[in-house]
């Protein structure tokens, strides 16, 4: 069974620049999480979805943050304005059900300059 | 305001040792504590859960013990392995949603 994929595995940006980040969950998980792992300290949950639904994105930052999965299997988190204190992993996630096992990704590790 | 907490934030023990790290949590709707642990340039991966309906789940080496009156769970290993040495993050959630981690215990075993 194939695992929780992301891409890119690094980015280096300057500020101001944009990226996104594309995760594809494992078949048939209709859970899909967003979490943001700075340095040394705990994933830190931005963004859940249930298939194509957001059930969650409290913790997202609107103004520069965006996420969507439009279909229900994808899904691609976009940083529209990065900061230098946005540079941290960034973890997709995935579980069959919402309660159940997560499933993590590799990761996004973004640098900020 | 930090709803997991965690302590010691580094823990070194021998090889053989039991290793004992801790975790307090605010919320007192919280149903559901796992931990998972992360190897360096690993991503989370699912150790051990419990749920307050019992105060103790054993998986081979590792024991969570629970205390819902005072809000706090600990993790046991017992017989540690240099294997062992990985961050640990203790997380909890109601039902299952939102998953809020602490800021982990960095362990490592010594040979």
């Known amino acids: 069974e194939a695992g929780v994929t992301q891409s890119p595995r690094y980015a280096v940006l300057q500020e101001g620049q944009a990226v996104s980040f594309w995760c594809d969950p494992i078949?048939?998980?209709?859970?899909l999480y967003w979490y943001q792992q700075p340095r040394d300290q705990g994933p830190q949950l931005l963004v859940y979805?249930?298939?194509?639904?957001?059930?969650?994105n409290s913790q997202l930052p609107s103004d520069r943050f965006s996420a969507v999965r439009p279909k229900g299997t994808n899904s691609t988190l976009k940083i529209q304005s990065a900061k230098q204190g946005d540079t941290a992993t960034y973890l997709c996630?995935?579980?069959?059900?919402?309660?159940?096992?997560?499933?993590f990704g590799h990761g996004t590790k973004l640098s900020v300059l | 305001q930090q709803q997991v907490r965690q302590s010691p934030q580094s823990l070194t023990v021998w090889e053989g040792e039991t290793a004992i790290l801790n975790c307090s949590y605010e919320?007192?709707?919280?149903?559901?504590f796992p931990w998972y642990w992360q190897f360096p340039r690993e991503s989370p991966a699912l150790l051990i859960a419990?749920?307050?309906?019992?105060n103790k789940k054993e998986d081979g080496r590792f024991t969570i013990f629970f205390n819902k009156r005072e809000k706090k769970l600990s993790l046991h290993i017992t017989d540690s392995q240099p294997g062992d040495s990985a961050t640990y993050f203790c997380?909890?959630?109601?039902?299952?949603?939102?998953?809020?981690f602490g800021t982990g215990t960095s362990l490592l075993v010594d040979p």
């Open positions: 419990i749920r307050p309906v019992s």
């Open positions: 996630a995935s579980s069959f059900k919402v309660g159940e096992r997560l499933f």
């Open positions: 979805f249930r298939d194509e639904a957001v059930i969650d």
């Open positions: 919320d007192s709707t919280f149903d559901y």
């Open positions: 997380a909890a959630s109601v039902l299952g949603y939102k998953l809020t």
């Open positions: 078949s048939g998980h209709d859970t």
